[in-house]
């Protein structure tokens, strides 16, 4: 009887069919996973996606092209240890504060983007809350004749030296942008970030890591990547004295916290605040709740596969455990509906900092963005109240030491 219904179902089915059924699901859900296991260079790839780059054809040694005149394109050579002799190439940008375009258009040959630019925010009410505090317009303005007199005209052989002259103008701020996985320093979303920080006066740096763009094509790891934005952060910090924030994004959150611990822990110069837009705790969460993985999550070799080998090859970004190492004030922002990093987890990284860090230390910020506004993982920046909470943010902090 039994075997007179199995002989049906098999003629209903087909053996051929059932036998390559089974073998797809062996090999989506068991050989994958393994390979994944075996495979570093799997693990960073997924992680670090440095494959997949837009906007196409981009020039990234050509900011104006993408509406950010005043911007520098430069190269820092990173030494991963003293016998590094080749090193590690990585590309910047060092995008100028408007007060200083607006003093400085004619030397610069921005005039007509600069002004263009100043009428379309007029037009569409884009003017962000202007500050008198934490801006220099007063020095800008005492050093503009020497510095007028010193540069008539920008040339590629005096851009570095101008640009380096700005960064010092005291009085001044700079804002340190670490970008996530993905793509490179002058994609959309990020240049709307430095566009808007840049309306604040501020001084941005933007780069991409290793194996991103046309920085050297070297395979990113987490002490890789972390030391990369080091270097940018001690090339800033050898040239000014003033106040340096550091802004992670996505996967750049993890990057700024174990950077900022890393600084803390040698006793270094930190920066002065630490904002993170849509952040995780750590990879292991991440990676779980992340759509790539949602297959594969309830798989009971799941942990085996997936998570642990990730932790084990030190890809690991424990943002709630750097969080505790380090004293500088912290500004989350999260969006509900951000379905690469879910808002839950930015909230957990909050909790685990409320939780674990000393009272003396500076505060930690966290605030909600409602889903219905559409923000997601990306567009945070362009939430009216924005701009006010980093001017609040970096006021309160500029000058305060912890
Ligand atoms: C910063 O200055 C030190 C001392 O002059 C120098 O050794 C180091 O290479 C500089 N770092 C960068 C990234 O320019």
């Given at each position: 009887m039994l075997f007179a219904r199995r002989r049906h179902f098999f003629k209903r089915i087909g053996l051929p069919c059932l036998i390559i059924g089974l073998l797809l699901f062996v090999s989506f859900f068991v050989i994958l996973p393994l390979i994944f296991r075996c495979s570093v260079t799997l693990q960073r790839g997924i992680l670090f996606?440095?494959?997949?780059?837009?906007?196409?054809?981009?020039?990234?040694?050509?900011p104006a092209s993408i509406g950010l005149y005043a911007t520098r394109n430069f190269y820092i050579t990173v030494k991963d240890?003293?016998?590094?002799?080749t090193g590690v190439r990585i590309g910047v940008w060092h995008v100028l504060p408007k007060n200083a375009v607006r003093r400085f258009k004619r030397e610069l040959h921005v005039e007509q983007a600069y002004d263009e630019d100043e009428a379309s925010r007029t037009a569409n009410d884009?003017?962000?809350?202007?500050?008198?505090?934490?801006?220099n317009n007063e020095e800008l303005q005492q050093l503009a004749p020497s510095l007028r007199a010193e540069f008539p005209v920008i040339v590629p052989e005096n851009e570095q030296l101008f640009y380096e002259r700005l960064l010092r103008v005291p009085g001044g701020t700079v804002v340190l942008y670490l970008h996530g996985n993905t793509?490179?320093?002058?994609s959309g979303h990020r240049s709307e970030v430095y566009k808007l920080l840049r309306q604040l006066n501020y001084h941005v740096f933007s780069f991409d890591y290793?194996?991103?763009?046309?920085?050297?094509?070297v395979a990113p790891t987490e002490e890789g990547v972390v030391r990369d934005a080091m270097m940018v952060f001690e090339y800033i910090a050898n040239v000014t004295s003033n106040p340096i924030f550091i802004w992670g994004h996505s996967l750049g959150t993890g990057v700024a916290a174990h950077m900022v611990a890393k600084l803390s822990s040698m006793k270094e110069r930190g920066p002065r605040g630490v904002i993170l837009e849509?952040?995780?705790?750590n990879i292991r969460d991440e990676i779980r709740l992340h759509p790539f993985s949602r297959p594969f999550?309830?798989?009971?070799?799941y942990d085996f596969t997936i998570s642990r080998p990730m932790y084990d090859n030190r890809l690991r970004f424990e943002s709630d455990k750097h969080v505790r190492e380090f004293p500088q004030p912290i500004m989350i922002v999260h969006a509900e509906d951000d379905v690469v990093v879910p808002f839950h987890l930015g909230y957990k990284l909050y909790r685990a900092a409320l939780d674990k860090?000393?009272?003396?230390w500076g505060p930690v910020e966290f605030h909600r963005f409602d889903?219905?506004?559409?923000?997601?993982?990306?567009?945070?920046?362009?939430?009216?109240?924005m701009p006010t909470l980093v001017q609040n943010f970096v006021e309160n902090y500029r000058n305060a030491i912890y």
């Open positions: 996606l440095t494959f997949i780059t837009y906007p196409k054809g981009l020039d990234l040694t050509n240890h003293d016998e590094d002799e884009l003017t962000p809350v202007s500050s008198s505090i934490g801006d793509a490179t320093r002058g290793r194996g991103y763009a046309d920085s050297d094509a849509s952040p995780f705790t999550r309830h798989l009971p070799w860090r000393s009272r003396s889903r219905a506004h559409g923000y997601g993982h990306k567009y945070l920046c362009r939430a009216p109240e």
